[in-house]
C-alpha cells in the first residue's frame, strides 16, 4: 500500500462563485418577470433593477479572480508532485496554505508530499489538519493509517473515544448539538401553548432533551481533542526528550520522526511531553516538533 493523492480542486474552486451564479440566475428571472410598472414609479424601478444587476453580476464575477491565482498554484504543486520534485511542491503547497487558501485536498496533497520527501512527521501534521476539514474521508484516512503504521518506538495511539468523535468535525459536532438543543426548547414550548399535547410530546421531549445532552458531550470531547497545543508530533529524525529542561539533563527516551506525544506543560524552549505511558515523559525542545490541530 502507498499513499494516494488527489488532483481535486473541490476545496479551492469558487464555491461562493457558483452559489453567486445561482443567486444570479434567479433574481436575474425575477428582474425580467417584474412588472415595469409600480404605483406610478415606473422609471425608479428600472433603475433599480439595473442598479441590482450589476451589484449581482459584481459580487459573482469577484470571487472568480480570487480563486484563479490559487487554483494555478495549486495545478503548479501537482505539477512538482507528479515531476517527483516532492520537497518543491510540499513548499508550494505549504505556501498556498499560509496565504489562507486552506482545504482538505490543499492539505491533503501537503501531507502526500511531505511523505514522499521523507517528512514523516510533516505528513502526519498536514493529514491531521485535513482530517478536521474532512474527517470522513476516506482516502485520507487510508494514508494517514498507512504513514502512522509506519512510526516505530514511543507514540500516542488515538483512543477509542478520540476515533468516535472524529467521526464528525467540530462545527458538525456545534450544528448537531444546536440543533438538538433548539428541537428540545420548541417541544418545551409548544407543550406550554399548546397544553392538549403535553401528554404526547412528553417522550419526544425526553428524548430529545437526552439527545441534546448526549451530543453536548461529544461536542465538548471533540472540542478538547483538538485544542490547540495538547499534542504535538516530531518532525526531526530522532528528538531526545529530556528529564528536565536542560540540553545537558539526562535523556528520558527517543522520539522518532512522526511520534505523537501529549504535552503536559512548558517552559522558554521546551515542552514537557508523554507518549501516553506514564512511566515515559520528559521535556523536548520546540524547534523538534510541530503543534498538531
Known sequence: ??????????????????????????????LENAPPHVGGCGSRVRVSRTIILYAILLVSVLPCFASS???????????????????????TYEKLAQSGAVSSALLFNLGNAHY??????????????????????????????FVRSQIQGPTVRPGLV?????????NEWAGVSAGALWLTLGLLALRQFRPALADSLRSWTRWSALATVALG????????????GRLVVVTAREATVRGSP????????????????????????????????ARRFGWVKREQVAPLP
Open 217 to 228: 458531550m461529544g461536542l465538548a470531547l471533540a472540542a478538547q481533542s483538538t485544542a490547540p
Open 69 to 91: 491565482e490559487p487554483t494555478a498554484e495549486f495545478d503548479a504543486a501537482n505539477k512538482l508532485y507528479a515531476e517527483t520534485k516532492f520537497a518543491e511542491a510540499a513548499a
Open 246 to 277: 536542560l540540553e545537558t539533563a539526562e535523556r528520558a527516551f527517543t522520539a522518532n520522526d512522526g511520534a505523537e506525544l501529549r504535552v503536559l506543560d512548558h517552559k522558554d524552549d521546551w515542552l514537557q511531553v508523554t507518549d501516553g505511558d
Open 162 to 170: 478520540e476515533r468516535s468523535v472524529n467521526g464528525l468535525s467540530l
Open 116 to 145: 514522499k520527501a521523507g517528512q514523516v512527521g510533516r505528513a502526519i501534521a498536514a493529514y491531521r489538519r485535513a482530517e478536521q476539514l474532512s474527517p470522513r474521508d476516506a482516502d485520507l484516512r487510508a494514508n494517514l493509517q
Open 1 to 30: 500500500m502507498s499513499v494516494t493523492q488527489s488532483n481535486s480542486h473541490r476545496a479551492l474552486s469558487p464555491l461562493l462563485s457558483r452559489a453567486a451564479a445561482d443567486v444570479r440566475r434567479r433574481v436575474c428571472g425575477w
